[in-house]
């Protein structure tokens, strides 16, 4: 039967659902160890299955990506394969790996805000002095976007020329997009949804395009629908 996995953050666990709606725990501490106060952002976060049935796992609190194997057990009595996958740029740790996008070329887009940590921009185990959003791609790391403060959600269009970043930052909350080069490189970035304005709660954060182009982003007072 198949399940949909999915991230509690605050609770550090990964769940499943099945479609009858049944709902258990598949991943204890899944954004690793953490003796943070109550209310943190310790937990994993987005999820993404490769081609070869292996799902990457984004870990605040290990800030990192991990790989957890298409062989994965629930018995926890037994270890079951998680092993690291991207946790450096240049040599220093990540912030907190948030949420990660295939491109048809294999190429994996994630981006990377200071939300795991506990202090954030402030928190001196931070060791990268900016939020960015990655590429990896044939053994190459690279950052495609450093100005945005709080990076979130991403996704591409159906004809991958267009890039869609959320940026979940409370005097700043929008939905950028960027041209995409034929080498995977980003530019021209512009803002095409502002709502700073917007007072109920939530921020731009976790987005989806279909096969039309319409996107979906969570943000303020729920899911935002924009026609292409």
């Not at 948030?98 to 048809?104: E, G, I, L």
Request: glycine share 10%; proline share 6%; hydrophobic share 35%.
């Amino acid at each position: 039967m198949a399940t949909l996995w999915f991230s509690d953050v605050i609770g550090n666990v990964v769940r499943s659902i099945t479609p009858s709606g049944q709902v258990e725990v598949l991943i204890k501490n899944s954004g690793g160890q953490s003796s943070a106060p109550t209310g943190s952002f310790i937990g994993s976060n987005a999820m993404v299955a490769d081609k070869n049935g292996f799902v990457l796992l984004c870990q605040h609190t290990n800030r990192r990506i991990v790989r957890v194997a298409k062989d994965f057990t629930k018995d926890f009595t037994m270890p079951f394969t998680m092993t690291p996958y991207l946790e450096k740029y240049h040599g220093k740790r990540f912030n907190s790996p948030n949420d990660q996008v295939y491109k048809s070329d294999g190429a994996l887009y994630f981006t990377d805000p200071p939300y795991g940590l506990l202090k954030q921009d402030e928190d001196p185990a931070k060791e990268l002095k900016f939020n960015g959003v990655f590429r990896y791609a044939d053994g190459k790391l690279q950052v495609v976007v450093k100005d945005l403060t709080r990076p979130n959600g991403l996704a591409f269009s159906p004809d991958e020329k267009t890039f869609y970043v959320a940026n979940s930052d409370e005097e700043h909350k929008v939905w950028m997009r960027y041209d995409v080069a034929a080498d995977g490189t980003v530019s021209n970035g512009k803002v095409f949804a502002d709502v700073t304005a917007e007072k109920e709660d939530g921020l731009p954060d976790g987005m989806k395009v279909d096969s039309q182009g319409d996107v979906y982003g969570s943000g303020p007072g729920g899911v935002w629908v924009f026609s292409p």
